[in-house]
């Protein structure tokens, strides 16, 4: 099997430990749960099977659902994630997105960061939004989305910047 294949493994089922077992118990100022899996989207195959792609985000919120018990709330969010990546490279990436030769290390720094900043807040708006499903409380909705999206993004950025190969 292909080393990339090896390597995704290993990321999928250490993001689901490390959230499960750690970020789930963490509780920062009674209601920032960082949600650090939403950056194996961020590091999955750019150029990989979009459909197996698809099913294996289903399989990471919904294994994090079952340890979470958030009843297929992650999982909503990271199907949508998978769905838009390709809309929010492009628009971080623009038309250098559309080639076949395309890689993040001819990327910039802002580009890569606005990247997961944008997959981070779509998540987090579909997730907060669905537990709490009322629009009479939109202000709890976005103090959740942007307190837990800056712990997040912070968290995710560090991760990226120590664990991401040279290559990427």
Same mark, same amino acid.
């Given at each position: ?18 959230? !499960? ?12 749960? /960082? ?9 999955? /195959? ?8 698809? !099913? ?29 990546? /390709? ?10 997105? %559309? ?22 807040? !779509? ?7 669905? %537990? ?32 991401? /190969?040279?290559?990427?």
């Amino acid at each position: 099997m292909n080393n990339t294949i090896f390597i995704n493994i290993f990321r999928f089922v250490l993001l689901i430990l490390t959230q !499960v077992l750690i970020f789930n118990n963490l509780n920062f100022m009674g209601f920032i749960n /960082p949600m650090v899996y939403v950056i194996f989207f961020y590091w999955y /195959p750019i150029k990989g099977n979009r459909a197996l792609f698809m !099913v294996i985000a289903f399989l990471l919120g919904f294994i994090i659902d079952i340890f979470s018990d958030t009843m297929a709330l992650n999982a909503l969010a990271s199907l949508t994630i998978a769905y838009a990546r /390709p809309v929010l490279m492009r628009f971080c990436f623009g038309v250098n997105y %559309e080639f076949q030769n395309f890689s993040f290390k001819n990327t910039t720094n802002i580009q890569r960061v606005t990247l997961l900043a944008l997959m981070v807040l !779509v998540h987090h708006l579909i997730f907060f939004s669905l %537990e709490i499903l009322s629009i009479a409380h939109i202000l709890l909705i976005l103090k959740k989305v942007f307190a837990t999206g800056i712990v997040t993004l912070i968290l995710c950025t560090l991760f990226s910047s120590l664990f991401s /190969p040279k290559s990427e």
